[in-house]
């Protein structure tokens, strides 16, 4: 019999078919379940316990995404939609619960005053990434820098995916969220003071620049992990000689290179726009005497 937790079971029901509606839904939900499991990890005064909660989030969304994954199979064995057609509703599914998470961090942050000494207590990563940076740091204008970053992530969510398949793409999901929104919270925060702007626009402005990129990284990582986890499957599931195997395998194949295509897009988004539009939000600089007499 399948395990389920109970904050699982709580938030299952019925996913609305209708890709407006569907992916609302599932942001929805997945926010809910991080703020609950991040809930549990402090009220339990454990030391890491952000990092605790991304373990609670993951087992907690684990049966929405076991769900996603059938509906995934019934469309493509027990259907007449093509297989590429029911791969890129499952991506956008998981895309909406990866902007859940990311969004219940973003919550978590703020409601912990920005502050990145009671944020890195639960989540030790953030505190280390902060230092004294803003979004205006010359480090995220790194073309090469933030390309090998991502495709290491995207390696990790192959490797985690292929072996513990469905939590694997969870973990990595919920850890990348917890880490984005805490850090770039309070980064854009901390940029927020040193901005000529009135912090409402500034807040706008710095979210214009960082979600295109964010969105395509997110989704290049949940496209790796689906694709290693299908991998997976048909590795156990299917024998070398069965065309279904050549078939999970081949589609595996063409879901990796869309995942490094996007990963490459992300790093050139994040390089050269971001840094683009963050310019435009950064104080004015002092004018520099000129010489003469």
């Not at 219940?104 to 942050?109: E, F, P, T």
């Not at 513990?164 to 309070?186: E, K, M």
């Not at 925060?189 to 706008?204: C, G, M, N």
């Amino acid at each position: 019999m399948k395990t389920i937790s109970i904050l699982g079971k709580l938030a299952g029901g019925a996913v609305p078919e209708s890709l407006r509606a569907r992916l609302p839904y599932l942001a929805g939900e997945a926010a809910v379940l991080g703020l609950v499991s991040n809930a549990i990890a402090f009220a339990l005064g454990l030391e890491l316990a952000g990092v605790v909660a991304v373990f609670l989030c993951s087992a907690a969304l684990l049966n929405r995404f076991d769900e996603l994954l059938e509906e995934n199979r019934r469309r493509i064995y027990e259907s007449t939609m093509p297989s590429g057609a029911a791969n890129r509703l499952t991506v956008f599914s998981v895309v909406a619960i990866f902007v859940g998470v990311l969004t219940a961090s973003v919550v978590i942050a703020v409601a912990s005053g920005t502050d990145p000494e009671a944020i890195g207590k639960g989540l030790p990563l953030v505190h280390a990434r902060l230092l004294d940076d803003t979004i205006f740091s010359p480090r995220f204008q790194d073309f090469l820098g933030i390309a090998a970053n991502n495709l290491a992530v995207v390696a990790c969510a192959g490797v985690l995916a292929f072996i513990y398949r469905a939590y694997g793409v969870l973990l990595v999901l919920c850890w990348n969220a917890a880490l984005w929104g805490s850090v770039l919270t309070v980064l854009v925060a901390r940029s927020t003071e040193q901005s000529h702007l009135p912090a409402p626009l500034f807040v706008a402005g710095a979210s214009a620049a960082l979600l295109p990129h964010l969105i395509l990284e997110g989704a290049a990582y949940v496209i790796a992990g689906l694709a290693a986890l299908y991998a997976s499957k048909a590795s156990f599931y299917y024998t070398r000689t069965d065309p279904r195997f050549r078939a999970v395998m081949r589609s595996a194949l063409h879901m990796v290179l869309v995942a490094l295509i996007l990963v490459i897009v992300g790093a050139v988004v994040e390089s050269t726009y971001a840094p683009l539009v963050i310019r435009q939000l950064a104080p004015p600089q002092p004018m520099t005497p000129s010489g003469g007499l």
